[in-house]
């Protein structure tokens, strides 16, 4: 009785007083092919998510989880009062090809066929991102910094402040989804940050962002 009190008192907590995030992607861009050592083709692309809540989206890191041999991370909520609350996450990962940790489920990528007999649909293997400040998207809102707070892929501390943005671009490992063997025709390619609804925000309804691309000749182009 105690721990569903808790659950449902830490719930209902979430109204006037705190600064949730709200992370909403923009549009795969820098679309191109690549071909692999192997023969494989790779829809490589740029991918943007953004924080335009009323706070930042703070992710710090507590024990080590013995079981999955993992770091856990805490989302930590601030309030307008300046206190903060900490509620689990997920974990940090050490990531080999970057080179430094990961916050894991952050987002995912899709590719579905729109108008391509015979192709079936895609999903990156890339879970796992570093997120921190990299590009100003609207620094006028409230609470948003003009310089960026997050900046480091260290495992104490990653986020990113209302306003900014973290962009993974197409050059960087798992910027990819693998279509060799895919026909020509059209495809949804969708961009969805917090997947599995880890993170706390003040909406949940706008985290998915999908453009329609013509793969065609061993090119890609972009058709809305």
Do not use: M
């Not at 990113?160 to 993974?168: A, E, H, K, N, P």
Request: hydrophobic letters at 35%.
């Amino acid at each position: 009785f105690i721990l569903t009190s808790l659950v449902f008192a830490g719930l209902s907590a979430f109204s006037a007083g705190e600064l949730l995030p709200n992370l909403t992607p923009l549009p795969a861009k820098d679309l191109r092919l690549e071909t692999g050592s192997d023969g494989s083709i790779f829809l490589r692309f740029s991918a943007t998510n953004w924080n335009k809540g009323e706070g930042p989206l703070e992710l710090v890191a507590g024990e080590i989880d013995n079981v999955n041999k993992k770091r856990n991370v805490y989302q930590r909520i601030y309030q307008s009062d300046g206190n903060s609350t900490d509620f689990l996450a997920g974990s940090f990962v050490w990531h080999e090809g970057h080179g430094h940790f990961h916050f894991e489920e952050f987002a995912k990528y899709i590719l579905q066929p729109v108008d391509a007999p015979g192709a079936s649909e895609q999903i990156s293997a890339k879970t796992t991102f570093c997120v921190i400040d990299t590009d100003r998207i609207n620094t006028r809102l409230t609470g948003a910094p003009k310089f960026p707070v997050y900046t480091a892929c260290n495992s104490d501390r990653q986020g990113i402040s209302v306003g900014w943005s973290d962009t993974y671009k197409y050059y960087l490992a798992g910027q990819e989804i693998d279509i060799t063997g895919l026909p020509d025709g059209d495809y949804r390619l969708t961009i969805e940050v917090d997947p599995k609804n880890l993170l706390l925000e003040t909406d949940d309804t706008d985290n998915v962002n999908t453009i329609q691309i013509r793969l065609q000749n061993g090119r890609v182009k972009i058709l809305r």
